[in-house]
T-cell receptor
Framework: NAGVTQTPKFQVLKTGQSMTLQCAQDMNHNSMYWYRQDPGMGLRLIYYSASEGTTDKGEVPNGYNVSRLNKREFSLRLESAAPSQTSVYFC????????????FGPGTRLTVT | SQQGEEDPQALSIQEGENATMNCSYKTSINNLQWYRQNSGRGLVHLILIRSNEREKHSGRLRVTLDTSKKSSSLLITASRAADTASYFCAPVFGNEKLTFGTGTRLTIIP
């Protein structure tokens, strides 16, 4: 089991460029999440997906779009990157139990210049 | 905000000592979870305590929950250098989404 995987690990973008962050889990989890973490801060929820085919906004959704491609994959797209989106992005998933324990990927470190 | 708030923000102790960090929250919870984040890595789930539990143990970890005070504490006994990390509490309020505070940054001095 690889758990939660994310690609790429690092990315540098210029302002205005677009990119998609990929996330996949092999634990048959229903729910998946995208967070961002800025220096000295906790994680803030960008979007989440409670099941295949559904997505909902989190605390900081502006400037992002998501796609729940299937049960395994949940991608995050930046259509027009801005320096304020420089951050570390984490994907997480949670399973069938009602305890909502989450499993995190290793993160993508994104810099927008 | 429904997030938990960890205290202290930073803690440095000698290896072998015990480390205690606290979490406070504002509304009734379903359960409360603690996570660890090593530098540059993703969060790792440590322990979950349900709202009807008062104490839970896992190896060198002990978590307590006081729902009347809306607070929880995480005790790490006999600390090791490898325990150096940030620790986050995540109260779960019944709507599935976790919210994270800014964490306690723990440094173990060899």
């Amino acid at each position: 089991n690889a758990g939660v995987t994310q690609t790429p690990k690092f990315q540098v973008l210029k302002t205005g460029q677009s990119m998609t962050l990929q996330c996949a889990q092999d634990m048959n989890h229903n729910s998946m999440y995208w967070y961002r973490q800025d220096p000295g801060m906790g994680l803030r929820l960008i979007y989440y997906s409670a099941s295949e085919g559904t997505t909902d906004k989190g605390e900081v959704p502006n400037g992002y779009n998501v796609s729940r491609l299937n049960k395994r994959e949940f991608s995050l797209r930046l259509e027009s990157a801005a320096p304020s989106q420089t951050s570390v992005y984490f994907c997480a998933s949670s399973g069938l139990s009602k305890s909502y324990e989450q499993y995190f990927g290793p993160g993508t470190r994104l810099t927008v210049t | 905000s429904q997030q938990g708030e960890e205290d202290p923000q930073a803690l440095s102790i000698q290896e072998g000592e015990n480390a205690t960090m606290n979490c406070s929250y504002k509304t009734s919870i379903n359960n409360l979870q603690w996570y660890r984040q090593n530098s540059g890595r993703g969060l790792v789930h440590l322990i979950l305590i349900r709202s009807n539990e008062r104490e839970k143990h896992s190896g060198r970890l002990r978590v307590t929950l006081d729902t009347s005070k809306k607070s929880s504490s995480l005790l790490i006994t006999a600390s090791r250098a490898a325990d150096t990390a940030s620790y986050f509490c995540a109260p779960v309020f019944g709507n599935e989404k976790l919210t994270f505070g800014t964490g306690t940054r723990l440094t173990i001095i060899p």
